[in-house]
T-cell receptor, first 112, second 115 residues
């Protein structure tokens, strides 16, 4: 069965650079969520989209933005990267807002 | 604001033992609760989903219960195996701004099953 696809799997950027993370949800899933997981921490909610509209916003820095496109894939854009942005970034998808969420394998971002 | 707590933070057991992982949440206004497994540096694998109207869900050797009124869930693992070693996370989907669109995670229980 198709799963949530994230790309790239690994990314190394320098401070003050920008990064774009991509997420391809499970087919027919209309909801996408982004989470950030620092070393030894639990995942922290960043932002979510339902039917291509932002549905909720968590602890996402102003330097970050995201959107969901017409084909339901989503991109997380991160600018002015800081060392503290180094983390695993997960995307999850679900059909509708209240059903089981499935997570991708994550993108490991390292800022040097 | 929803807060999710998992106890214990770490657990080491010999192979074959039955064990219980605990999850508690502060706000009982939830849509559902999910249990995940995470191997080091890897993604989250969904194990069980319990809707707010349900009391328990079973999948193989796993059984999850939900007591919404008391804000508690347990994950029971029967006949544990070394391959069960991982971090187990519970996550609650809260009623937030009238939309159940965010999962709040607990800190996880790091399980090690020794052969």
């Amino acid at each position: 069965a198709a799963g949530v696809i994230q790309s790239p799997r690994h990314l190394i950027k320098e401070k003050r650079e920008t990064a774009t993370l991509k997420c391809y949800p499970i087919p027919r899933h209309d909801t996408v969520y982004w989470y950030q997981q620092g070393p030894g921490q639990d995942p922290q909610f960043l932002i979510s989209f339902y039917e291509k509209m932002q549905s909720d916003k968590g602890s996402i820095p102003d330097r970050f933005s995201a959107q969901q496109f017409s084909d339901y894939h989503s991109e997380l854009n991160m600018s002015s990267l800081e060392l503290g942005d180094s983390a695993l970034y997960f995307c999850a998808s679900s059909f509708n807002l209240n059903t089981e969420a499935f997570f991708g394998q994550g993108t490991r971002l390292t800022v040097v | 604001k929803q807060e999710v707590t998992q106890i214990p933070a770490a657990l080491s057991v010999p192979e074959g033992e039955n064990l219980v992982l605990n999850c508690s949440f502060t706000d009982s206004a939830i849509y559902n609760l999910q249990w995940f497994r995470q191997d080091p540096g890897k993604g989250l694998t969904s194990l069980l989903l319990i809707q707010s109207s349900q009391r328990e869900q079973t999948s193989g050797r796993l059984n999850a219960s939900l007591d919404k009124s008391s804000g508690r869930s347990t994950l029971y693992i029967a006949a544990s195996q070394p391959g069960d070693s991982a971090t187990y996370l519970c996550a609650v989907r809260s009623l937030y701004n009238n939309a159940g669109n965010m999962l709040t995670f607990g800190g996880g229980t790091r399980l090690m099953v020794k052969p």
